[in-house]
């Protein structure tokens, strides 16, 4: 069964930096494409970065280009993103998605809540 | 960036069809998916390339459409589909999703 956990959500002062963890199980993590989406409370889904399986293709969404970076350790079937400059606009949750083809998310995890704020 | 326009609600009975539509501002060949989100869960992945059924998925969902209009069908609507339907396109840079459909049922 796939199963991705994500963890590192919080609150956080707007200017800082927080990291988010994704831990992969029931697949085997190097062979699939990544991605991050994340949620404002009570809004739609916004695609954030997406890495390729390797880790040497990586893409972002406008909004978080430059400030952001998605990386991953797959011999720790792990993703991870790096987001610095935090904004209050950052505030959501945040789905780990495995992608399942050119650009669709076939597996989501349960999600972690990032809320910027002083 | 590629809009999604998607009906804001839509109220059906159990037992009835629907039709969730969502239309796109540019074309997106084939590249539009759905998927289904319930109160306080992660979305799931319903159909994928406009018509393919995502495994494990019941066959009363089904997807059809190609370019810029592009329908998911519930049918028959059971009461365990009351959830937010969102529709996403992978054609065009940056990924975008519609603002979602909730299906509530009557």
């Known amino acids: 069964e796939v199963q991705l956990v994500e963890s590192g959500g919080g609150l956080v002062q707007p200017g800082r930096s927080l990291k988010l963890s994704c831990a992969a199980s029931?697949?085997?993590?190097?062979?699939?494409?990544m991605a991050w989406v994340r949620q404002a409370p009570t809004k739609g889904l916004e695609w954030v970065a997406s890495?390729?399986?390797?880790?040497?293709?990586?893409h972002y969404g406008d909004s978080v280009k430059g400030r952001f970076t998605i990386s991953r350790d797959n011999a720790k079937s792990t993703l991870y993103l790096q987001m610095d400059s935090l904004r209050s606009e950052d505030t959501a949750t945040y789905y780990c998605?495995?992608?399942?083809?050119?650009?669709?998310?076939?597996?989501w995890g349960q999600g972690t809540l990032v809320t910027v704020s002083s | 960036d590629t809009v999604l326009t998607q009906s804001p609600a839509l109220a059906v009975s159990p037992g009835e069809r629907v039709s969730i539509s969502c239309r796109a501002s540019e074309g997106v060949n084939s590249y539009m998916h759905w998927y289904q989100q319930k109160p306080g869960q992660q979305p799931k992945l319903l159909i994928y390339k406009a018509s393919n059924l995502a495994s494990g998925v019941p066959a009363r969902f089904s997807g059809s459409g190609s370019g810029t209009d592009f329908t998911l069908t519930i049918d028959p609507v059971e009461a365990d589909d009351t959830a937010t339907y969102f529709c996403q396109q992978s054609w065009n840079d940056p990924y975008t999703f519609g603002a979602g459909t909730k299906l509530e049922l009557k």
């Open positions: 029931g697949f085997t993590f190097s062979d699939y494409n």
């Open positions: 998605a495995r992608h399942g083809g050119r650009g669709w998310f076939a597996y």
């Open positions: 890495i390729s399986y390797g880790g040497s293709n990586t």
